[in-house]
């Protein structure tokens, strides 16, 4: 059960460590295709470097809110787990503490 | 016990790979709503758990035996643990949702004296020693888990609070639905088991007490 617990702790820590690296999936050539698609199809003039920064700076601001929304999903689960894995430890240490009392008593009454 | 083990480690795998690769983000939460699968089966886990506590609590009142008192323990201690789940987790969803960690509405503060009335009952048991230990936190069981029905319909008593209707997480996207009952089914699985073991922990220590009694009394 340990293990189970441990290896779950591990799954959530992969995950954190993945989910905080996932970017939004947008390269700067798909940017490029998607500004002269919408230039072409404006009838009004379009600047494209404006519109390419502008975004550019949609993506970042995207980015960095899905970071933070990772972020907390995630630091929940490692609390959750964490929680699992502290009450665990204590049993472990009240199982050995009550093995070596019978042990101990083991002995007193051999002697 | 094994078994229970391997279906408990199973479930929990599926529950965690459906919680983050299978269910639909949901639209205003996006991806921190996915606390709410482990959220709230704990919340409902702590009820079962503080259940069973209060049905052993009042078999050892009307029985005396105890080993009613040894699983009600045991319950009330998992009902613990899966309450500080609850109150650990709640906040990261609020600070997020609204925007505060803490906040006194209803159901928080509720929970809250719930989570105190068992740290109580531990206390009671730790100043307490035999019978009189037994009967004394088997009562207080029983009237701390009146606070359980004030926790579940908080949100109807007290309008206004920060926390949806208690119908919101019944009428879930399928996907969401099926994910929140595999992630309820392996916590309350989880509680079986560790309920199991802390049980039999208990045993062996009450054992153990009646062995080193009889001991020292045949050396004397």
Known sequence: MKIAVFVSFLVVLGLFIFATQVPVTLTEDEVAKAVTEASSESEAPVDEDLLAQAVQLSVEKLEKAQSTRLKYLVSAYLVIWLVFILYVLHLERKQQELDKRLAQLEQESDQ | ?220
């Open chain 2, 1 to 220: 016990m094994k078994i229970i083990g391997i279906i408990t480690a199973i479930l929990v795998f599926i529950s965690l790979y459906l919680v983050f690769g299978y269910a639909r983000v949901e639209g205003t939460m996006l991806e921190v709503q996915k606390i709410f699968y482990y959220h709230v089966s704990a919340a409902l886990t702590v009820f079962v758990a503080f259940g069973v506590n209060c049905v052993f609590s009042i078999k050892y009142l009307i029985q005396r035996k105890p080993k009613d008192d040894l699983l009600a323990v045991a319950a009330a201690e998992l009902g613990l643990v899966f309450c500080t789940i609850a109150l650990l987790s709640g906040p990261i969803w609020a600070r997020y949702a609204w925007n505060t960690w803490w906040n006194w509405e209803a159901r928080l503060t509720s929970t809250l004296v719930l989570w105190l009335m068992y740290v109580g009952y531990f206390i009671l048991r730790s100043a307490l020693e035999g019978d009189k230990r037994r009967l004394y936190s088997a009562v207080l069981g029983i009237i701390a888990y009146l606070d359980v029905p004030i926790v579940y319909y908080a949100v109807d008593i007290w309008h206004g609070g920060l926390h949806p209707d208690r119908g919101t997480k019944w009428n879930l996207e399928t996907t969401m639905r099926q994910t929140w009952m595999v992630a309820l089914l392996a916590l309350i699985m989880l509680f079986v088991l560790l309920l199991i073991v802390r049980y039999r922990m208990k045993k062996a220590e009450a054992r153990y007490e009646i062995i080193r009694q009889k001991y020292l009394s045949e050396v004397s």
